[in-house]
C-alpha cells in the first residue's frame, strides 16, 4: 500500500493550506488502500529542494527513499513541494506544517533547508529531522546526510578523460556554491590526473541568491550547447533538473553526458536521451532518506552526521549503459581510482 500526500506551499496563507491538507490525509496520489490499514504506521515526510519531484536527479532520488519506506516499513508519506523564489519563511511554514501533522521524521532536500530546519527543530524537540546536504546547522534531533561528492565526481572526469576523443570536457554547475564546487573541484582533478592535457570548460548557471540554475532546464541546454561548440565531447551536469537540458543537447550533438545524483540512464523522463548517458556520479540519497525513516520507526533516530562516502558505496558511477561497460579501459581506469581514494592513496578536493 502506498499513500503519499503532496502539499505545494506559497507564503503564509498557502502553507495554512497543506497543513489543512496534511492533517485530512487528503491525497493526490492513493492507491486505494483504506486510511484503516496504516493506522499507527510512522508518518514521514519530505519537503523538496528546487525542481521538486521530476527533476529525474536529487529530489526524485529522495523520493525512492520514501516510496521504499512506504513499500518495506508500512510508512504513511507525505511530501511537499517548493515554491518559486521562495524564501526561508516559505521554507519554515512548510515544515511546521509537516511537523505539526505528526510526521517523523520530517526531512528537507538539499542544503536551503538549513535555517528553517533550525528554527523549526527547535520548536518540535519530539520529531526528529533530517538535513540533507548541509552541516552547518545542528541540534540534538537534526541528522545531517551528507555526502562525498567530490569523490564520485573525480570518478567521473576520469571516465570524462578516458572517453573523450578531443581532450576538452565540460563541467556544468547549477548555482556557484560550496556543494557544488565540490562537484567541479573532484571532476577536475579526476580530468587532470587521467590526461594533464585536457582542458575542462567550466560554467555555472545562475549566481546566488538566484537557484534558477537548479531549475530551468533552458540553461543547461545552452551551457552545453555553448561547451559543444568549443569542442567539448563530455560534458557532466551538477544542476538538478536544469541538467537535463545539459543532457539533451548533448544526446543530439551526439556526445557523452555524465549525470547526477540519480542514475539518468534509468530515468523515464531521459528515456530520449539514455543512450548518450554514458555514465551518472550517484549519491545513495535514497538509501539516506530510508535509512533515517526507519532508525526513527524503530526508536533509535540517527542524529548528528551521517557521512555516505565511496567506501561504503554511498556515491560512486553509474555503469548501467551497455557502451560504458563495453570501455573495458576506462572501467579499469575507474577502478584503480576508487581503490586509491579510498585507500587514501589519493585525496580528492573539495574546492577547485
Known amino acids: 500500500m502506498r499513500r503519499i500526500t503532496r502539499i505545494t506551499t506559497v507564503g503564509i496563507a498557502s502553507a495554512a493550506l497543506a497543513l489543512s491538507a496534511t492533517a485530512c490525509g487528503k491525497s493526490s496520489t492513493d492507491t486505494g488502500s483504506s486510511p484503516s490499514s496504516s493506522a499507527g504506521a510512522t508518518k514521514a515526510a519530505i519537503a523538496y529542494d528546487i525542481g521538486g519531484r521530476g527533476d529525474q536527479s536529487f529530489n526524485d532520488a529522495a523520493y525512492e527513499g520514501l516510496k521504499k519506506a512506504e513499500d518495506e516499513l508500512g510508512v504513511k508519506g507525505a511530501e511537499a513541494e517548493p515554491s518559486e523564489g521562495e524564501g526561508d519563511a516559505d521554507k519554515v511554514q512548510r515544515l511546521t506544517a509537516l511537523a505539526r501533522a505528526g510526521n517523523n521524521p520530517v526531512i528537507g532536500v538539499g542544503f536551503a533547508y538549513a535555517p528553517a530546519i533550525e528554527k523549526v527543530a527547535k520548536a518540535y524537540p519530539k520529531t526528529t529531522f533530517g538535513l540533507i546536504d548541509d552541516t552547518s546547522k545542528t541540534g540534538p534531533n537534526i541528522a545531517n546526510l551528507v555526502f562525498n561528492e567530490e569523490q564520485g565526481s573525480y570518478l567521473a572526469g576520469v571516465a570524462a578523460a578516458k572517453a573523450s576523443k578531443t581532450g576538452k570536457v565540460g563541467f556544468i554547475g547549477g548555482v556557484e556554491v560550496p556543494l557544488i564546487k565540490k562537484f567541479e573541484a573532484g571532476f577536475t582533478q579526476g580530468v587532470k590526473a587521467t590526461n594533464p592535457k585536457a582542458e575542462v570548460l567550466t560554467q555555472y548557471l ?50 557523452w553526458a555524465i549525470g547526477v545524483d540519480s542514475d539518468q540512464y534509468n530515468q523515464k523522463g531521459l528515456a530520449a536521451y539514455k543512450d548518450s548517458i554514458l555514465t551518472s556520479v550517484t549519491k545513495d540519497v535514497s538509501d539516506s532518506v530510508f535509512n533515517l525513516i526507519k532508525s526513527v520507526k524503530d526508536g533509535k533516530p540517527q542524529t548528528g552526521e551521517i557521512r555516505y562516502g565511496l567506501a561504503t558505496d554511498g556515491v560512486g558511477l553509474a555503469d548501467s549503459n551497455p557502451a560504458y561497460k563495453k570501455m573495458t579501459e576506462l572501467i579499469a581506469a575507474v577502478d584503480q581510482a576508487k581503490k586509491d581514494i579510498v585507500d587514501g592513496k589519493i585525496t580528492v578536493k573539495t574546492t577547485p
Not at 565531447?233 to 543530439?252: F, H
Open 206 to 255: 545562475t549566481q546566488p541568491p538566484n537557484f534558477d540554475g537548479f531549475s530551468k532546464p533552458d540553461l543547461g541546454k545552452a551551457a552545453a550547447q555553448g561547451q559543444l561548440d568549443k569542442g567539448a565531447d563530455v560534458i557532466y551536469a551538477a544542476a538538478g533538473l536544469a541538467g537535463s537540458g545539459a543532457i539533451e543537447a548533448t544526446s543530439k550533438a551526439g556526445k
